[in-house]
Nanobody
């Protein structure tokens, strides 16, 4: 049973930083490409950042210059470094991972930014 497990969420004041991590467990599933999505209450789940198997990254305009997605192939993890957080970043953040024709979602981790 493959699971993607997120960690690192929490509460922070505006201007602060958080680092989210996503790890695959329970299988030999290798993360080739991955994305982070977020969903605020009453809103749809939207793409925040993505990274391809070749390391190419892409960001939503709202987080460019503040968030950085990266990967550690040796640890089979994907990280989202979030700096200069603003209250509008408050949401549940989900990891999505793809590899060998399969994709999985994590369970989500709450990020709350207070003003």
């Amino acid at each position: 049973q493959v699971q993607l497990v997120e960690s690192g969420g929490g509460s922070v004041q505006a201007g602060g930083s958080l680092r989210l991590s996503c790890a695959a467990s329970g299988s030999t599933f290798r993360i080739d490409a991955a994305s982070w999505f977020r969903q605020a209450p009453g809103n749809q789940r939207v793409l925040v950042a993505s990274i391809t198997s070749g390391g190419t990254t892409n960001y939503a305009d709202s987080v460019k210059g503040r968030f950085t997605i990266s990967r550690n192939n040796a640890k089979n993890t994907v990280t989202l470094q979030m700096n200069s957080l603003i209250p509008e970043d408050t949401a549940v953040y989900y990891c999505w991972g793809f590899g060998a024709g399969r994709s999985y979602w994590g369970q989500g981790t709450q990020v709350t930014v207070s003003s």
